[in-house]
């Protein structure tokens, strides 16, 4: 696990990260304001952003990360506000974005007064070594906002989540969070607080990174027989998946869910709405049992979809 130093000055909690993607919109964008996202990129941070006016300009994110030259482009042609991002353990593809290229990207941030807005939901989520540090970590001019949730591996009711940032941005995130409620509860931070500190949260992740990789590899095992096509990530919770041309991503949901099956087709996690070729699994929910039950039907649903092409 990565260590950041940050004064109590730095730090703002807030109920999940939802609300803390909620808050910095609220706080620094306007209608019309342009933002930067990431392609693919989380749903409802999309959505957040779309719902307060905002001009959504995407960039692709590979395996490689990011093309650096169209993001200056991007930031010197239209001024974004902010750019979200999750170059580690990415949701949904599970890529990691190259350290050189996160360095560089706080580099831009200065140079064009763009925010970057860090959400790191998997870090510790990782089945070779551990990720690079946060981008977090390579600001000296007070241009990103680093958002931890701490949800996702221990209990997604927990709603617990940090955000770290300059005072002067933190304190624009106080006045739209006391407008939001009274603060986040203190008992569920008291009680995580206790757990987070103890030689068993180090355990608990241990176990937990060990159970999702058997079950990243049994899904893997189970597509491994069809010509889907997928980069197997190295941490996170989620297989990104792209069809082949002839199965649209949510056609095939509307059939799998006939039959108890579910996923996320890719078309939720673009900007444009446009992808329908790529659809995510997630590995973290079902056992290793039910998994395989699973992808075999979905497999024999896309099969059938084939035949009657």
């Known amino acids: 696990m990565h260590k950041t130093y940050a004064a109590p000055e730095n730090v703002l909690i807030t109920t999940g ?7 910095i919109a609220l706080a620094f964008v306007k209608p ?14 999309i959505d957040t952003f779309k719902n307060h006016g905002a001009n959504i300009i995407a960039v692709d994110i590979t395996e490689n990360g990011y093309d650096l030259d169209w993001i200056e482009y991007c930031m010197k042609t239209y001024k974004p506000r902010l750019f979200y991002i999750n170059p580690t353990f990415h949701n949904p593809t599970g890529y990691v974005v190259p350290v050189f290229q996160l360095k ?3 580099e831009l941030a200065e140079q064009y007064y763009c925010l970057l807005v860090e959400d790191d939901a998997y870090p510790d989520i990782y089945f070779e070594k551990q990720a690079a540090p946060p981008v977090y970590t390579f600001d000296t001019a007070g241009s990103v906002i680093y958002v931890r949730s701490f949800c996702k591996y221990v209990s997604p009711g927990l709603r617990v989540a940090a955000v770290l940032c300059p005072p002067a941005l933190r304190q624009s995130l106080i006045t739209v969070k006391s407008l939001a409620d009274n603060g986040s509860p203190l008992l569920n931070q008291k009680i995580f607080l206790h757990f987070f500190h103890s030689e068993r949260m180090q355990q608990h992740f241990s176990k937990l990174r060990i159970a999702l990789q058997i079950r990243k590899k049994i899904m893997e095992e189970e597509l491994s027989g069809i010509n889907w096509k997928w980069e197997s990530p190295k ?8 069809l082949p041309d002839h199965i649209d991503g949510s056609h095939l949901l509307k059939r799998a869910i006939e039959q108890s099956v579910s996923f996320v087709p890719g078309v939720y996690f673009d900007p444009y709405g446009q992808d329908r070729s790529r659809i ?30």
């Not at 933002?35 to 990129?41: A, D, G, K, S």
């Not at 995510?280 to 979905?298: F, P, V």
């Open 17 to 23: 990260s939802q609300q803390a993607i909620h808050l």
């Open 32 to 45: 019309r304001d342009t933002v930067l996202f990431e392609r693919p990129i989380y749903s409802a941070a």
């Open 104 to 106: 560089r990207l706080v």
């Open 235 to 242: 941490g996170g919770l989620n297989l990104w998946v792209e």
């Open 280 to 309: 995510r699994l997630t590995y973290s929910y079902m056992n290793e049992t039910k998994i395989r039950e699973g992808i075999r039907q979905l497999v024999h649903i896309s099969r059938s979809l084939n035949e009657k092409t």
